[in-house]
T-cell receptor, first 113, second 114 residues
């Protein structure tokens, strides 16, 4: 069975600085997708970034980028130039052959002015 | 941008009552999902639905739960005889065929059982 582990329950960063959130996963599948979702206090699930396992190039979306290490089964999220609006829960998720997503327990990120 | 719509946004119900949570997936999507998030915990998969039948379900999805696509647009989750521990955020999601492009979550229904 697939598992997703986020080992940092909480993190904080100063505005304009860079922060990295960690995620590891376990799977025997070779084709899969990995995601980072942002959940603000409104509790909406907002897709931040998506990575396809067969692509070696790390995905980037503006200030958000990932470091995908397939052999190590690691998928970290880097947020550059942190903004107050980045304050939220961040969930790492795995999507395999079954189509449903498996989520980690989340990291609560606080961006301080 | 197409959206997955969930109603109501917040529902309060008495323990033992039945509730129906509604979702309108994106119109050309064929796979539908329900997830649950108890406050302060991770998001958990409940059930997936394709071609008018359940394709996968988790151990959480017991006989208390049922899903239905009563017409061409709605996708519902019914919870019979609600319990206090059913209080949670319930998310609907949908996707097109093939891969995870377009995998879209609704804004959720917050269910409070009192």
């Amino acid at each position: 069975a697939q598992t997703v582990t986020q080992s940092q329950p909480e993190m904080s960063v100063q505005e304009a600085e860079t922060v990295t959130l960690s995620c590891t996963y376990d799977t025997s599948e070779s084709n899969y997708y990995l995601f980072w979702y942002k959940q603000p206090p409104s509790r909406q699930m907002i897709l931040v970034i998506r990575q396809e396992a067969y692509k070696q190039q790390n995905a980037t979306e503006n200030r958000f980028s990932v470091n995908f290490q397939k052999a190590a089964k690691s998928f970290s999220l880097k947020i550059s130039d942190s903004q107050l609006g980045d304050t939220a829960m961040y969930f790492c998720a795995f999507g395999g052959s079954q189509g449903n997503l498996i989520f980690g327990k989340g990291t609560k990120l606080s961006v301080k002015p | 941008e197409p959206e997955v719509t969930q109603t109501p946004s917040h529902q309060v119900t008495q323990m033992g009552q039945e509730v129906i949570l509604r979702c309108v997936p994106i119109s050309n999507h064929l796979y539908f999902y329900w997830y649950r998030q108890i406050l302060g915990q991770k998001v958990e998969f409940l059930v997936s639905f394709y071609n008018n039948e359940i394709s996968e379900k988790s151990e959480i999805f017991d006989d208390q739960f049922s899903v239905e696509r009563p017409d061409g647009s709605n996708f519902t989750l019914k919870i019979r005889s609600t319990k206090l521990e059913d209080s949670a955020m319930y998310f609907c999601a949908s996707r097109e065929t093939g891969g995870y492009y377009g995998y879209t979550f609704g804004s959720g229904t917050r269910l409070t059982v009192v």
